[in-house]
């Protein structure tokens, strides 16, 4: 376990490498740049600008820099946030995307996987097929169409709950529905699938033989190895809802990082698309290897190497 842990850093700080390498000169290969929305502004004060923040120098020497910063886990200024580090951006605008996506999670698992198995301990009846249904039309509506329907029905026509912000426990309502509506029916389908396989094993047939109760058979001899693919899809989801959605805050008006991400990419804020970027990628990472330990804890049949 211990070397597979101390591999999978290695990768991690690899992979991180090629995606700040890879960011930094697609985002300068981009035309024109973070000083050109200002208003009024003079070429000489441009020009200062631009030997303020190291945008003057070659091209090379701009990598050079931010990389050697970026080891010593300097992430840079923020252009546009003026007198704010990109990490002190991070670090405030992380926990309310965490806390939001974090909701979202939850209540996709807890819904997700036990319509999952129930639909597959009823294939082809009539709670099966509505099943389909469903989460075939909640993985292709967007999430911003979602979004839209939420805030015309609860906020607009019924005025049950806030349209913007995060002020109350009401307020999480909508986002997190939107959030997790993907989620939960994609699980769902997950779930339904790997336990249709799960079902027809031998040890299955043997449970049902000796009477044991479908809730058992499901909640207890089942889903542990039915849950396999639900864990492997949960890694990148933890990371990317965990790190902001960036169209849902967006919509809703949330101070999350998705929304800061999305800021920075309209204002050519350099700093904080690398930042922001590769703090995804590291989660992503991160992610990832807590979903390969979950896999040996999940079925010890499963060894780290």
């Keep these: 376990m211990t070397k597979y842990i101390i591999k999978r850093v290695l990768t991690a700080i690899v992979t991180a ?15 024109g740049g973070p000083f050109l929305s200002e208003k009024a502004v003079t070429p000489q004060a441009q020009a200062a ?6 945008l003057d120098k070659p091209l090379s020497k701009q990598y050079t820099t931010y990389i050697s910063g970026l080891a010593r886990g300097d992430l840079g200024l923020s252009i546009k946030k003026r007198g704010r580090t990109v990490s002190q951006i991070i670090a405030t605008k992380f926990p309310v995307s965490a806390r939001l996506g974090g909701i979202a999670i939850l209540v996709a698992v807890m819904f997700g996987v036990p319509l999952g198995a129930i639909a597959a301990f009823n294939r082809g009846k ?12 909640g993985i292709a509506i967007p999430s911003f169409l979602s979004s839209t329907l939420l805030m015309y029905i ?24 939107a959030l997790a509506l993907y989620p939960t ?22 449970a049902r033989a000796k009477g044991v109760t479908t809730f058992k058979i ?18 990148p989801l933890l990371a990317s809802l965990m790190t902001g959605s960036f169209i849902i805050e967006k919509i809703f008006n949330i101070p999350g990082l998705g929304s800061e991400f999305v800021s920075a990419i309209t204002s050519r804020d350099y700093p904080m698309i690398m930042g922001t970027t590769i703090f995804l990628a590291v989660f992503i990472i991160f992610m990832n290897v807590l979903v390969d330990i979950a896999y040996a804890i999940v079925d010890p049949r499963i060894k780290l190497k």
């Design 17 to 31: 490498y090629l995606v700040a390498t890879l960011t930094f000169f697609i985002m300068n290969m981009v035309p």
């Design 49 to 54: 600008m631009e030997a303020k923040y190291g």
């Design 126 to 137: 009539a709670i099966d097929n509505t099943l389909v249904v469903f989460s075939t039309a």
């Design 154 to 177: 609860f906020s607009t026509k019924l005025n049950l709950l806030p349209a913007i912000g995060l002020n109350s426990w009401k307020c999480y309502i909508m986002p997190v529905l």
């Design 185 to 206: 029916f994609y699980i769902a389908r997950l779930m339904r699938s790997s336990m249709l396989d799960v079902i027809g094993q031998d040890y299955m047939r043997t």
């Design 218 to 235: 499901i909640f207890k001899h089942a889903l542990r190895n039915a849950i396999l693919p639900v864990v492997t899809y949960l890694g």
